[in-house]
């Protein structure tokens, strides 16, 4: 471990870097409905992850890292813009072919910040925040130079006469129906339609190296988004990767994943520029549990996507930057809410002059190892101003004000999981602690006499949420913007 001198002198090397004009170049990598026990790192017994495990050994792995939602819009808005959802309107549920709005342009993205710092911004996969007339609302628009990838969910589209898996493995299921088929985009320009799933992810991979190479001989910072559609429903992948794993279809598809990420720390050793690039692994919610085996897991967490339990929110993250980040594993509170003000913090670049959620991780990354995040907000797919947040976390407790399940987290023997289970109101509420009890088994407030120190912490997580509940505006996009409503995707 680092003595606290020699944390503070790489502190120090880093903001000297950013000040000199070389900031550092960023690799975000944005995982699917990946669950935060599906990766052999955080302790899945057959998963092929060698490549993540790699990072995980070599950067840092988070175990209290979580997205701003437990689906997919919202959670994008919040790790692209440094705010909760419900400040930019991205809810409820997520956004579908026939949306006509999307994250607002008048948000700035961290592709935007970055920018401004004279980076080259590109992103790949899946965007999920809205087309718009004449693609009001892609990347282009929001602040990234280059745009390959899907619009929406891969799964917005009819499938069943596709190919997912070579040479003639049809995708399983149906995905929507009465809808166009699903399109791949460069920029504002649809390339293919239907999309040759199989090859999708070497197209990615290509257009990755080639961006990654192209500003490493301009000597120009770079931001790389790579928003992957692994391992979201119907699972996907080429020959390399069909049929490997021991997981099945999802196994395959993860695998893939894994590859692709080894593609880019390949591309970032071939262009030189390995050393001075920060690599931020994550995904954008919890596993979708109805799927069964093909639909993740949450590990030793309760519930998965859809839901305000831990296995809704909390994610697998990965910092990894050789030579930068030390080895090892934090216990620390941190969120993709963080990535904005961070990367504005190692770029030398200036926050957005709006409310943000978000906080600079730079010591856990790199300092004490304190975060200075000390609360974490629960909000279901469609926040409703009356009930305000479902659940706080504040330090390791977590109190539940509200429970709910959700039919993506269907299928497990846990009955609060489950779609059919209602909105119950809970008081007092379910109080854990999460360092002795991930899985929110034993609520602190029953059987019997509750010790005062667990009484006053019930009392700043009743202040922590009152006064975050007073102070948020819901503004969500109307019906006619958003079309209908879906918790899906």
């Not at 993205?109 to 004279?118: Q, S």
Request: glycine letters at 12%; one cysteine or more; hydrophobic letters at 35%.
């Amino acid at each position: 471990m680092l003595s606290t001198g020699l944390r503070a002198l790489l502190l120090t090397g880093l903001g000297l870097l950013a000040a000199a004009g070389r900031p550092p170049n960023v690799v975000l990598v944005f995982a699917d409905d990946l669950g935060f026990g599906d990766l052999a790192s955080y302790g899945h017994p057959t998963s092929a992850t060698p490549n993540l495990d790699k990072m995980a050994a070599g950067g840092l792995r988070f175990t209290s890292f979580y997205s701003s939602s437990p689906v997919c819009s919202p959670s994008r808005a919040g790790l692209l813009t440094g705010r909760y959802q419900t400040r930019s309107g991205i809810y409820p549920g997520v956004l579908y072919p026939g949306s006509r709005g999307g994250l607002p342009l008048s948000e700035v993205t961290v592709a935007e910040v970055l920018k401004g710092r004279g980076y080259a911004t590109a992103m790949v996969g899946k965007w999920h925040l809205g087309v718009g007339p004449n693609g009001t609302f892609l990347p282009t628009h929001q602040g990234f130079d280059h745009y390959l990838g899907v619009p929406y969910s891969h799964d917005q589209g009819p499938c069943q006469n596709l190919t997912c898996f070579p040479p003639d493995t049809r995708c399983f299921g149906f995905c929507d129906q009465g809808v166009v088929l699903a399109p791949l985009f460069w920029n504002l320009s649809i390339v293919e339609q239907p999309i040759s799933f199989p090859h999708l992810e070497a197209r990615y991979n290509a257009f990755a190296r080639d961006f990654i190479a192209a500003c490493a001989h301009r000597s120009q910072p770079f931001f790389l988004y790579y928003a992957s559609h692994h391992t979201h429903y119907p699972q996907f992948a080429s020959q390399d990767y069909a049929g490997r794993t021991s997981r099945g279809p999802f196994g395959d598809s993860l695998m893939e994943l894994d590859g692709s990420v080894g593609r880019l720390l390949e591309a970032l050793q071939d262009s030189g520029v390995r050393d001075n690039t920060l690599v931020f692994f994550t995904s954008d919610n919890g596993p979708e549990t109805m799927r069964m085996s093909r639909g993740g897991s949450s590990g030793l967490l309760k519930c998965g996507k859809g839901t305000t339990y831990e296995g809704g929110m909390r994610e697998p993250a990965i910092a990894y930057w050789p030579g930068r980040i030390v080895p090892g594993v934090t216990h620390e509170l941190a969120s993709t809410l963080d990535i904005l003000p961070t990367l504005a913090a190692l770029a030398g670049a200036p926050l957005p002059s709006v409310t943000l959620d978000g906080f600079d991780l730079s010591p856990v990354l790199f300092g004490s190892g304190k975060s200075p995040r000390e609360a974490m907000f629960y909000y279901p797919p469609a926040p409703d101003p009356m009930l305000g947040v479902f659940a706080v976390r504040y330090g390791k407790y977590k109190a539940h004000f509200f429970t709910q399940g959700a039919f993506h987290s269907g299928t497990t023997p846990d009955h609060d999981c489950h779609g059919l289970t209602p909105l119950v109101p809970r008081e007092p509420p379910l109080l854990y602690d999460l360092e002795s009890d991930p899985a929110e088994n034993y609520d602190l407030l029953s059987g019997g006499a509750v010790k005062p120190e667990i009484l006053a912490v019930l009392k700043e997580m009743r202040l922590q949420k009152a006064t975050f509940d007073e102070q948020m505006t819901l503004d969500s996009l109307d019906a006619s913007q958003k079309g209908a409503s879906s918790f899906c995707g």
